[in-house]
């Protein structure tokens, strides 16, 4: 294992924007001289005068002492030209995501710095090994690809190209770890680890609103109140901007030659068509100009408790309507299940979906009031389900079961009976791109849950997810999809597959 660069050593950091600052304000608090260099005229004094700023203010709130704020920013130094990053140890570029403009930097860099400086680019999209391939030394290069904020943000992902000396990807590892970041490995595929597992996030819930599962607000209410996620899809899209997120879909899915695991989605081009960008132009899948209204997401009316309830088997699901039951004080019997239901509510019969419709499920059950209820994070703690019912589902059965799930505390949002409903599709397909990720060397399982946990705030990696709800229950769901849509789109990851053959988790 490398040691991290000493703090003596001196850190260059080539575009001073959001990310290249923040770059230099992690650099500097941990202790490096930075010099910072931009093509454009003073901006890179003033990207040291915004670092102090920002050590002044964590000082005033007591989170660094004065003579640590002061010792910072005095760390930080302009430079006019390349020839001053000469006695550079490690030079980030963080400028235009342009393979040509990084591809110059670096070569003209060759010719100044010293063999032994290191190389880091913080492309999020471009192949660390076509950088490369421009330098007469390629193995100096790698991926150093942080994550805005990068002053708050936990994630490093160290990518390594074809050439990539593995010492210099450990020694940028134990210098990221040594910084207060959470280190990854990647190899440089498209996407590396995040942009790559990330993809189904936003796919699976704009399939859905595709098909007319549900609405925007609906969607997003469901993913947050039931999945955990911090933001839903949809907002999360507007807060990116769909310029930069459907660039990203569409780079990966042309590097993958056009896999249709990452197919982009029509809806989102009109967007950027429209030029309706997201909050930054005050319109995207949500409307956010002056006295818009706020679109709240579906929720069914409240329904008359069944006379009859009957708790089935002790899966996660049956065993936390159970408890949310007593709690609430109302009666109900419980026995075991055989076919995989969880709930009995009048004449309604309640499952997690499988990935089939609940049409489908009911048709080959012949339990014609089946209702299917979506995956949660923690059924216990969930405040909104998804639900949806059979085409052959009487109303009153529909009633009873949503009846049920408002008597244990939660809102219910009824769906369109699409295949896997939202959350459990999502968590399926961001596992199965996961675990193809880990299964052709991209990365460690460890390091894709710590990646997707602190580059985008996932409450749990999709992998330790798998684990949790089942890696056989994960597999059966991606194949009831493949069945539903007979697409490519669909097809399970040979690591799930042979985990679930031998018995064994993914992080056994």
Request: overall charge neutral; charged content about 20%.
């Amino acid at each position: 294992m490398s040691q991290a660069l000493s703090t003596q050593a001196v850190v260059a950091v080539v575009g001073t924007g959001a990310m290249g600052a923040g770059i230099a304000q992690v650099a500097a608090a941990a202790g490096h001289p930075v010099r910072l260099l931009d093509n454009r005229p003073g901006a890179a004094l003033q990207a040291i005068d915004g670092i102090r700023a920002q050590f002044e203010k964590m000082a005033a709130k007591g989170k660094m002492s004065a003579e640590a704020c002061a010792a910072a920013g005095g760390r930080l130094q302009a430079a006019e030209q390349l020839s001053d990053l000469a006695d550079a140890a490690l030079v980030v570029e963080a400028i235009v995501e342009s393979l040509a403009a990084k591809q110059k930097l670096y070569s003209d860099l060759e010719a100044i710095v010293s063999e032994a400086c290191i190389f880091g680019t913080n492309t999020s999209s471009i192949s660390v090994t076509a950088i490369g391939a421009a330098l007469k030394h390629p193995e100096r290069l790698a991926g150093l690809h942080f994550f805005n904020p990068a002053p708050l943000m936990a994630l490093v992902e160290v990518v390594s190209g074809l050439a990539t000396d593995p010492q210099v990807a450990s020694t940028l590892f134990a210098t990221a770890t040594a910084w207060g970041k959470t280190a990854v490995h990647a190899k440089s595929t498209p996407g590396f680890i995040v942009n790559r597992v990330a993809r189904p996030y936003y796919a699976e819930s704009l399939r859905v609103l595709t098909e007319g599962g549900a609405d925007c607000a609906t969607l997003d209410a469901v993913m947050r109140e039931a999945g955990g996620f911090r933001m839903g899809p949809f907002e999360l899209m507007d807060m990116i901007g769909h310029d930069v997120n459907f660039a990203v879909t569409r780079s990966v899915w042309n590097a993958f030659f056009n896999d249709p695991r990452f197919l982009p989605s029509l809806v989102q081009q009109d967007l950027v068509d429209a030029g309706f960008l997201g909050k930054k132009t005050g319109r995207g899948f949500f409307d956010y100009r002056a006295g818009a209204p706020k679109p709240d997401p579906a929720t069914e009316a409240l329904q008359t408790l069944p006379g009859h309830i009957v708790i089935c088997g002790r899966s996660p699901a049956a065993m936390a309507l159970s408890m949310r039951l007593t709690a609430a004080g109302v009666a109900f019997e419980h026995t075991n299940a055989s076919d995989g239901r969880i709930a009995q509510a009048g004449d309604a019969v309640l499952f997690v979906t499988d990935g089939r419709s609940a049409t489908q499920r009911a048709s080959e059950s012949d339990v014609a009031n089946t209702v299917l209820m979506d995956l949660a994070l923690d059924y216990n703690k969930a405040t909104r389900m998804a639900l949806t019912c059979a085409s052959q589902c009487s109303p009153t059965a529909a009633s009873a079961a949503t009846g049920l799930l408002q008597a244990c505390g939660l809102k219910v949002s009824r769906l369109a009976d699409i295949p896997g409903l939202v959350v459990m599709r999502t968590v399926a397909m961001l596992a199965n791109e996961a675990a193809d990720a880990v299964n052709l060397g991209v990365c460690s399982a460890a390091a894709a849950d710590a990646a997707m946990r602190l580059g985008v705030n996932y409450p749990k990696g999709p992998l330790a997810w798998a684990d949790d709800v089942g890696l056989k229950a994960i597999r059966d769901v991606l194949a009831n999809l493949g069945t539903s849509y007979g697409e490519d789109r669909y097809r399970i990851s040979p690591l799930i597959q042979r985990h679930v053959y031998a018995k064994r988790n993914i992080h056994d």
